[in-house]
C-alpha cells in the first residue's frame, strides 16, 4: 500500500526532502515506519520523542495502523469552524497581517469587548540579537487545529466569535506573526479565552520557527530535544541570507 510522508521544519532538513510516498506492507503502524526512517536519517532519534504524529490531519498514537493513501507526518516540537462556532476565522497565510481586518471578523453589536492578542517579532532571543524569524506551517493542519481551539473555547467559555490567523515565511523585527481576536459580553471570559488560544497554539498547532543570528538560525522548540539526547547545545545552521 502507497503512504504519502511530508517533512517539515528541523525533520525537513534532517531528511533533505519535504514529500515522499512509500509502499508499505498492510498492517504498518506508525511506529515501523518510523523506524525504518530513522535507520535511513538516525538525527531523526534527536526529536523522536517529543514529536506528535499526525496521519491525515489528525494527531494519533504509534500504534496507529497506516492505511493505502494515509498522509503521515512527524510534527516536530512547535514553536507553536464548523459545528456550533460562528463568525469564526482561521487562517495561515503570507500576507502581512492586519489586526484591524481580524477583529472586524468578532465584531457584533451584541458584545461589550474585543480581546486582541498580536505576536510580533522582537530582536533578541537566548541571550542573542535576532535579525528576523522564518514560520514553516502544515498549513491545512494547522487551519483544522486553529478551529479545533475556537471549538475549546466555546465548550469552556460559550464563547462563538474566535478569529486566529498566523503568517508564514520570513519576517522581519517587529512585524506581527499571529493576531488572535475574541470578542464575549463581558472582558473577563474574552481576556482568559484569548490567552487560553495562545498557549494551545503553541502545543498543538503544527507551525514551527527558526530564529535568525549574526552567524546562523535554529528552530526553536527542537534545540531543547537536541541538547538533552546529547548533552550539549545544538550546533547552528549556517544560512545564506534571504534577499
Request: a negative charge; aromatic letters at 8%.
Amino acid at each position: 500500500m502507497l503512504v504519502t510522508i511530508r517533512y517539515f521544519a528541523i525533520i525537513r532538513e534532517i531528511v533533505g526532502r519535504t514529500q515522499e510516498t512509500r509502499d508499505v506492507p498492510p498492517g504498518t503502524t506508525v511506529a515501523d515506519l518510523i523506524s525504518i526512517l530513522e535507520v535511513e536519517a538516525p538525527r531523526l532519534a534527536n526529536v523522536r520523542k517529543s514529536a506528535m504524529l499526525m496521519v491525515n490531519q489528525e494527531y494519533v498514537d504509534a500504534g496507529y495502523k497506516l492505511h493505502d493513501g494515509d498522509e503521515f507526518v512527524m510534527i516536530p516540537p512547535v514553536s507553536g469552524g464548523s459545528g456550533s462556532t460562528q463568525s469564526c476565522h482561521f487562517r495561515v497565510t503570507t500576507d502581512v497581517l492586519d489586526p484591524r481586518e481580524v477583529e472586524a471578523v468578532v465584531a457584533a453589536n451584541d458584545t461589550g469587548a474585543i480581546v486582541t492578542f498580536i505576536g510580533t517579532v522582537r530582536d533578541n532571543a537566548r541571550g542573542q540579537v535576532v535579525s528576523g524569524l522564518e514560520y514553516e506551517a502544515y498549513a491545512p493542519a494547522a487551519e483544522k487545529m486553529l478551529a479545533r481551539i475556537a471549538h475549546e473555547i466555546e465548550s469552556k467559555w460559550g464563547l462563538t466569535r474566535v478569529a486566529i490567523v498566523h503568517r508564514t515565511g520570513l519576517l522581519q523585527v517587529g512585524e506581527a506573526s499571529v493576531v488572535i481576536s475574541i470578542s464575549s459580553k463581558h472582558r473577563d471570559e474574552a481576556f482568559d479565552a484569548c490567552r487560553y488560544a495562545i498557549v494551545r497554539l503553541k502545543e498543538i498547532v503544527p507551525i514551527w520557527k527558526k530564529e535568525f543570528y549574526a552567524d546562523g538560525a535554529v528552530w526553536i522548540g527542537s534545540e531543547a530535544d537536541y541538547q538533552i539526547e546529547t548533552g550539549r547545545p545544538p550546533a547552528i545552521a549556517k544560512f545564506s541570507p534571504v534577499g
